[in-house]
């Protein structure tokens, strides 16, 4: 058993006080004996216009990552944690989650391979077009060890593409992360279903921290919800959920605050080695009919 944090807040386009409440919860977590925690997707921003070109920064040695990766290493946790990297082509970034040790070193990335371009979720049936900010990384990485088992990494959109998470099951994840930033239309929908059913096939832990509130005054608002299933497809833990989609924000008023929410839960390293000897999915596969 090891015991991990799963963090809810609403991020916005201060990148210093979204790092003050990252590492807020990083020590709070440690605080608690937890040996790991899950952030959400963009925890380093949310914004709106120029803001993914000004606020992206290179994972070695950017504000926001270098106060996680110290705060990991003071704390003594691993941290799973999404940020918006520099370097993409047309000034574009890319949107990475990161897998940081207990001693603070970046021990996996992952850039998100699926784009959410999308037609009519977004606040009042808007489109949304993740690629003109962000391009699409090129590859899933191999699941990593950790003491809360081998971790394999994917980020929000991803969970609709059953194929990369059983791909990760493939290469051996007893954990899949799918740290997001839902829409609330798409999330009321969808978000409990997805996640579920991707621990029942895989027969992982699947954690997904998120975000949740009003990020910006043009509308942009995210599901919350954050939640851990176990490899039985139980629901572990959930934080709150954003349920109504508002109508862009009077800019002249402040945002609604929404605070920042943990919770705590266990990753029982033998319930998934009994759940998979109980149903051996994994040998039943008939790659022989449909191809690998
Ligand atoms: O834009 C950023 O800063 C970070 N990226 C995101 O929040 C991305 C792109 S807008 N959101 C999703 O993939 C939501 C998927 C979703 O809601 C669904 O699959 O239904």
Redesign the pocket.
């Known amino acids: 058993m090891v015991l991990a944090a799963i963090v809810q807040f609403c991020a916005r386009h201060n990148v210093k006080d979204n790092t003050l409440r990252c590492v807020d919860a990083i020590k709070c977590a440690a605080g608690k004996g937890a040996k790991a925690i899950f952030l959400p997707?963009?925890s380093d921003f949310?914004g709106q216009g120029d803001a993914?070109n000004r606020l992206s920064e290179p994972l070695e040695s950017g504000y926001f990552m270098s106060a996680v990766r110290d705060a990991a290493k003071a704390s003594e946790l691993w941290v799973s944690v999404c940020v918006?990297e520099a370097g993409g082509s047309d000034g574009r970034c890319f949107?990475t989650q990161v897998l940081i040790s207990d001693k603070g070193s970046i021990e996996s990335s992952y850039r998100k391979i699926h784009?959410?371009d999308v037609k009519d979720?977004g606040p009042g049936n808007t489109p949304?077009l993740?690629s003109a900010?962000t391009e699409p990384g090129r590859r899933v990485e191999q699941p990593r060890h950790t003491p809360f088992g081998r971790t394999g990494m994917l980020t929000?959109?991803d969970?609709?593409f059953p194929e990369v998470s059983l791909m990760l099951r493939e290469k051996g994840a007893d954990v899949i992360t799918y740290p997001?930033?839902?829409?609330v239309k798409?999330?009321r929908a969808?978000w409990e279903t997805l996640l579920r059913a991707r621990a029942i096939e895989t027969q992982c832990y699947v954690i997904a921290a998120a975000q949740a509130g009003v990020h910006t005054h043009a509308g942009r608002t995210s599901y919350g919800r954050s939640m851990v299933v176990n490899p039985w497809g139980g629901i572990v833990t959930q934080l709150g959920a954003c349920n109504t989609d508002p109508k862009p924000y009077d800019d002249t008023q402040p945002l609604p605050d929404t605070p920042t929410e943990i919770a705590y839960f266990d990753i029982d390293l033998e319930e998934i080695q009994k759940v998979r000897a109980a149903m051996p999915l994994q040998q039943q596969r008939r790659h022989d009919i449909y191809a690998a």
């Open positions: 997707e963009a949310i993914y918006h949107n784009l959410f979720v949304v993740e900010s929000c959109y969970l609709r997001s930033s839902f829409a798409t999330g969808h």
